[in-house]
Structure formats: C-alpha cells, structure tokens
C-alpha cells in the first residue's frame, strides 16, 4: 500500500465514499453532501500549502481508502469495497510511518524528513 497526494482527478471517488451511508453514519456530520459543496471543498483543500490529503493505493493501484491529516486530527475512510479487509489498520501505519510520531508533550513531528515538521504534531503516544 501506498499514500498519495489527492488531486482534482480523485473529486468522483471521495464524493462517492464520503456519500456512502455507512461513512455519513461514521462522520461528525450524517448529512449527504452535494456536489458543488464537495468540489468547493476538495478546491480549496488542494490549495492549502499542505493539503494533507491522500489517497490510499493497495499494490495493484486500485484506490481503498482516503487519509486526511488536520494538525493532530487524522480522518480516514475506506472505500466500501474494500472493509474489513485490514485496510484502516494498513493506512493508519502507513501514515504514522510516513509522516511520524508526536514527541511526549510536544505539537512537533518528531521525522526531520516530514512535510509536518513545522505543523502540530498528529499522533499521540
């Protein structure tokens, strides 16, 4: 599995599995959410200077799930196909090993080679 930036091209796909009604059962918001407010957001989150948004790429490329990484929040969904095969516990490591571990008492990635090194830490230990 690998982590990838999100791009415009990814709009349909996150659209699809944010709308899915197992992941709207799972969200802070249960609402459907309609597609000119999807794209507005997706816009406006790949113009950050760190989007912290990825797609998740089982080895075969196929697309399972989506990470988004806020300062010390991190959301994640897997896309409907592909639950309860262990991809959440994959993507979650992936990301800890990927962008680092949080210092005891610290907002501060711990990996010098980390995009996050200059934002709040995103994992607890």
């Known amino acids: 599995m690998q982590l990838r930036p999100a791009t415009p091209d990814d709009a349909q796909r996150l659209f699809d599995w944010r709308n899915d009604d197992v992941t709207r059962q799972m969200s802070v918001s249960p609402d459907p959410v309609d597609w000119d407010g999807h794209v507005a957001w997706l816009s406006a989150r790949l113009e950050r200077a760190a989007p912290g948004l990825y797609i998740a790429e089982a080895d075969t490329g196929d697309a399972v799930g989506s990470v988004r990484i806020d300062g010390d929040e991190i959301s994640y969904t897997v896309a409907p196909a592909h639950r309860g095969k262990g ?10 090993a990927e962008f680092g571990e949080k210092e005891p008492g610290s907002n501060a990635a711990t990996r010098p080679r980390s995009p996050w090194r200059q934002r709040p830490g995103i994992w607890s230990n």
């Open 87 to 96: 991809v959440a516990t994959a993507m979650l490591v992936l990301a800890r």
